[in-house]
């Protein structure tokens, strides 16, 4: 069951849209089955020409706001669609009104036994859905309390789901990203554009963040991406960054100007505070030497496919490595933060083979990684050990162009990758169903199903040729060789500071583990 919030100002015109034909013919024996009186007493009759008459009850409902002791609220119409799913049973309307009144309770709008709450209707016109219609002023002169009321429609909405044997919904904890709303949609058909600009921009966003190890690279990365940035200063402190919003070049309004989107309209976790988070690294993790980073940028750099297939390798060793913590290491805190983790290597994999269904899975999988309510994860040496080596990739891999099919290893390589990725997903997937998360489960099982199917394919990798134009490189200008520097002994051998790690790529007997010396 799910419910939608709308303001507005205008009761009759929403009256005369729930008690009209619908835009489609849709609407059939329009009535009310709950109020804050008896359905029939609000009921509206018939005008004179046999329409019908919303005057009275449009008085009754709106007279709280003149008896007001503040000033009413801008948009003091509530309204709220309310619909079931379309597997589940035809309801009747004594249920709906129960449902009805379960939501009002819930927001706080009409407690049950208040009678100085708000007044409100629900008009049943489908057999799916109902609408409330409330305006927002208590009959005592108070203003209701409107603070995260689409959350306490969702809990409502949970409750009446157990109620009746319903369809059950995810929850509303933030974990899900933002969806373009129906205006980006409409003008992404229009304009034959293959993804909302919103979807896009998340993506380019978390790739870049994904890759970048400081604040500066990561807004370089937004620049080599092809996206607009418009920065925002702190008012006290005019010399700090607070925050950011991004935009594409053809997205624009009326004006021809661009369409902004701040971080945290694209994901809870992309603001940049979060972001700064994310990039802060616990002592003792293994961390790349930001300095020779940005002297060697992805534009700068060319890998051979013999370098490029050692980078996949490492990598993989450290995700069969991050696979094992995740299923034998019990610290929660340790859990998510390589879940989050996990989200930064997909989306990087994604980018560095050009591959568009990794691209979609690695969109699918960020509900996975993020925690409720748009909390951050600690950082731990695990989860840094992980980013660490997806910003290896990237800079070993974004900005280049090598055809893959002359060089069976580098597919193997790639296709190993992917292979340790899709059982550290499932391991997450694990995590989230212990946690009763369904909706995260869901969408990590769903993501590691993808990527089994991508690696039994060849992974496929952007074709133009390169190496025709390729320059010579100097050995130790190579993100293979700054990866070997920063990790002196392999990833799947490095033993963390509080748990022990096994000293192969697969699961180590609780004997080797035991017998394991911290560093």
């Known amino acids: 069951m799910i419910g939608k919030v709308t303001r507005g100002q205008n009761l009759a015109r929403l009256l005369s849209y729930l008690y009209g034909p619908g835009s489609r013919n849709e609407h059939v024996d329009p009535h009310i089955v709950a109020g804050f009186r008896l359905p029939m007493a609000l009921e509206p009759g018939l005008d004179a020409r046999g329409d019908r008459d919303f005057r009275h009850l449009v008085g009754v409902l709106t007279s709280p706001l003149d008896t007001l002791r503040h000033t009413p609220l801008t948009l003091p119409v509530w309204q709220c669609s309310i619909r079931a799913a379309p597997a589940d049973r035809t309801l009747s309307d004594d249920e709906w009104a129960n449902i009805a009144e379960e939501v009002m309770h819930q ?10 709450a708000c007044r409100w209707i629900a008009v049943r016109h489908a057999d799916d859905h109902i609408h409330l219609a409330v305006v927002l002023a208590r009959e005592d002169g108070r203003n ?44 992404t058909d ?3 554009w293959t993804q909302p600009p919103r979807t896009t921009l998340r993506r380019r966003v978390a790739t870049a ?30 010399g700090e960054l607070t925050g950011y919003a991004v935009a594409l070049p053809h997205h624009t309004n009326q004006d021809g100007q661009p369409v902004w989107f701040s971080g945290g309209k694209l994901a809870a976790n992309l603001t940049l505070p979060k972001l700064r988070h994310r990039w802060s690294a616990p002592p003792h993790a293994p961390s790349f030497d930001q300095r020779k980073l940005r002297r060697y940028s992805p534009s700068g750099v060319e890998l051979t496919h013999q370098e490029r297939s ?3 390798q490492q990598a993989a060793r450290a995700t069969a490595t991050a696979n094992w913590q995740m299923r034998q290491i019990q610290d929660p805190v340790v859990r998510a933060d390589l879940a989050a983790a996990t989200s930064d290597l997909l989306h990087v994999t994604a980018a560095i083979t050009g591959n568009q269904e990794l691209a979609y899975v690695a969109d699918f999988y960020d509900r996975a990684a993020r925690e409720p309510y748009g909390r951050q994860p600690r950082p731990t040496p695990y989860g840094s050990t992980l980013r660490t080596v997806a910003r290896a990739l990237a800079y070993s891999g974004i900005g280049t162009r090598l055809n893959h099919s002359h060089h069976p290893s580098l597919t193997h390589a790639l296709s190993q990758l992917i292979v340790h990725i899709a059982a550290l997903v499932e391991a997450v997937a694990e995590l989230r169903q212990t946690q009763r998360r369904i909706a995260q489960a869901t969408a990590a099982r769903k993501a590691a199903e993808q990527l089994t199917r991508i690696s039994r394919t060849s992974p496929r990798l952007p074709s133009p040729s390169w190496l025709a134009t390729r320059t ?18 392999p990833l799947n051998q490095q033993l963390p500071t509080t748990h022990q790690r096994p000293r192969s790529a697969t699961p180590a007997p609780a004997s080797t583990h035991r017998r394991g010396t911290s560093r």
């Open 209 to 238: 963040a994904a890759g970048a190890g400081t604040e500066d690279d990561f807004f370089v990365a937004l620049k080599e991406a092809g996206v607009l940035i418009k920065t925002r200063r702190s008012v006290r402190a005019p």
């Open 144 to 187: 209701p309390n409107v603070h995260r009321d689409y959350f306490k429609v969702a809990d409502a909405c949970h409750i009446v789901e157990e109620r009746y044997g319903l369809t059950r919904t995810a929850p509303a904890d933030r974990t899900a990203a933002p969806r373009p709303t129906r205006a980006e949609t409409e003008l």
């Open 310 to 312: 050692a980078a996949y």
């Open 107 to 116: 927001t706080g709008f009409a407690l049950r036994g208040d009678d100085q």
């Open 472 to 489: 010579p490189h100097t050995p130790d200008h190579n993100a293979a060789r700054l990866a070997a520097a920063d990790f002196p002994v």
């Open 190 to 192: 229009r304009k034959n």
